[in-house]
């Protein structure tokens, strides 16, 4: 089943973001290609692109766990959750409609 993962960015988190977003990604990389990911990314705190030093307000993660406690036990143990990027985030079962 899917899971999506809402993460909330801790105030000023965006130095901490960019020093730790090549593990964060890493993570990612290994769900896609186990060709669990959905999608993923960040939202950005302006209308743009590349928000620049306004930086981001957190990340949406969609992606197929066995369990909604595998889904925990994993989005916990997110670099940018134990490096203080995210100030909170909470895991709940998706159902994908469309496309």
């Known amino acids: ?11 000023n988190s965006l130095p901490k973001r960019q ?10 990389t290994e769900l896609h290609e ?12 302006v209308d743009a692109e590349d928000p620049g030093p306004a930086g981001f307000t957190g990340s949406l993660i969609v ?3 066995d369990s909604l406690a595998e889904a925990e036990a994993w989005a ?10 995210y100030a909170r985030v909470t895991v709940r079962p998706f159902r994908r409609t469309l496309p």
């Open 1 to 11: 089943m899917y899971y999506a993962i809402l993460c909330e960015d801790a105030a």
């Open 19 to 28: 020093e730790l977003r090549p593990r964060h990604l890493a993570r990612l």
């Open 34 to 45: 186990a060709g669990r990911l959905l999608l993923a990314g960040p939202f950005p705190a």
């Open 63 to 65: 992606a197929a766990f």
């Open 76 to 85: 916990g143990a997110d670099p940018f959750l134990e490096g203080g990027v």
